[in-house]
């Protein structure tokens, strides 16, 4: 092995349950994308820097996917946790029979499961948009691959 630090999945999605997914910096993918609509390509030098500048882009997005899932799913398990807790300890006052609809339904109203449950629907939201431009910055890669391959074909 070399001297090279090595880098593991926890250095690339975090070791902390929940990632702060609002704050994740989308400039430099937004650039490219709004950039796809206007860019001109006139050589092959600047399809194939095009072509890297799509690939990093799908790289920072992976990696946000990556934290997006860690998220949803430790959100996901956190609420079902906290439901279950209180389904669990719910009673109805007066020596009264609590049925398992009520615990569940308890389970369900409990303030604490209703912030994280619009928590997750946050994640879900940010983890589909990034999911779709990640599609979208690499059919960009492709695209410019192929006009980087066209290009080289008629340089004599």
Not at 61 to 66: D, M, S
Not at 78 to 84: I, P, Q
């Amino acid at each position: 092995m070399t001297d090279e630090q090595q880098i593991t999945v926890a250095d690339i999605i975090g070791t902390s349950d929940e990632d702060q997914f609002m704050e994740f910096n989308l400039t430099e993918v937004q650039v490219l994308v709004s950039n796809l609509q206007s860019l001109g390509v006139d050589d092959v030098t600047q399809a194939e820097n095009l072509q890297q500048q799509a690939l990093r882009c799908a790289d920072i997005l992976a990696e946000y996917i990556g934290k997006l899932i860690k998220t949803v799913a430790f959100l996901e398990a956190k609420a079902n946790s906290k439901k279950n807790s209180v389904a669990l300890r719910y009673e109805v006052s007066g020596g009264v029979k609590t049925s398992i609809e009520l615990k569940k339904m308890a389970g369900e109203a409990d303030p604490e499961v209703e912030d994280l449950q619009l928590k997750i629907a946050k994640a879900k939201g940010a983890k589909a948009v990034i999911e779709k431009k990640y599609d979208i910055v690499i059919k960009a890669h492709h695209h410019y691959k192929d006009m980087a391959a066209g290009m080289r074909k008629t340089i004599v």
